[in-house]
């Protein structure tokens, strides 16, 4: 398992059957979240540094279902906001399907926020960076219709505003993992992908920016792609 970039740099890798990504705020306390393949939830604890004071773990409402698997499959979308707050994006399964749409989490709330654009059924990654002025931006990759998805929120995360759509490249076949990181302005999104015409995973990086009505998207590249003669 490869260990996931936090908000504050640090690397963090979970344990066997446990997908985890660690949020680190200001005020001397971690935020591990994580997914584990063991009872098939969500958790999210709060953690003192440098200390062995350790929380109860809080369920994240609504993301589990006992008839589908909603394992994420990369370390979980958290992030801590800059202005205050941690916050966890995840799919909200039903009885029928394993992503019916994504909830936005504040943690600690009662009730999650859905995310607009993702009740297609079919995403199966998901990312989340903290923005400036406090804004998250909430992405996914959905394999039923080939596109990575990206919406922020507004300053004070009661509210998104228009999504934003990435076709992934015609040969594409299949997700590994999807990143995102949005702490300058623009939002960097990087996925690690499967392809027909090669025999290795290659990345897609693309930049967009949030500025003015307009966005800006770098034509995607691979950094892995083998050379053809």
Partial sequence: MVAALVPAGTAHAGGPGVWTKIAKV???????????TSDG????????KL????GQAMKAPSSFNTNVDNEPRQPVALAAR?????????????????????D???VGTS???????????????VALADGLQG??????????????????????VSAFGVVRTINMPPDWLNFNTLEAEGTFGCLDIVANVL??????????????????????????????????R
């Fill in 26 to 36: 200001d005020n001397g306390f971690d935020y591990p979240g994580m997914f584990r």
């Fill in 41 to 48: 939830r969500l958790h999210v604890v709060w953690r003192k």
């Fill in 51 to 54: 200390l062995d004071n350790e």
């Fill in 82 to 102: 800059n202005g205050g707050g941690v916050f966890l994006a995840y799919c909200a399964p039903t009885s029928t399907k394993a992503c019916a749409h994504l």
């Fill in 104 to 106: 936005l989490w504040k």
């Fill in 111 to 125: 009730t999650p926020k859905i995310v607009p654009g993702t009740s297609s059924g079919t995403i199966t990654r």
């Fill in 135 to 156: 804004r998250i931006s909430v992405v996914t990759g959905d394999l039923g219709r080939g596109k990575i998805n990206a919406v922020r929120t507004n300053t004070m």
């Fill in 195 to 228: 392809v027909a015409t090669s025999p290795n995973p290659i990345f897609l990086s693309t930049r967009r920016s949030w500025r003015g009505s307009r966005s800006r998207r770098a034509r995607p590249r691979s950094a892995t792609r083998p050379r053809t």
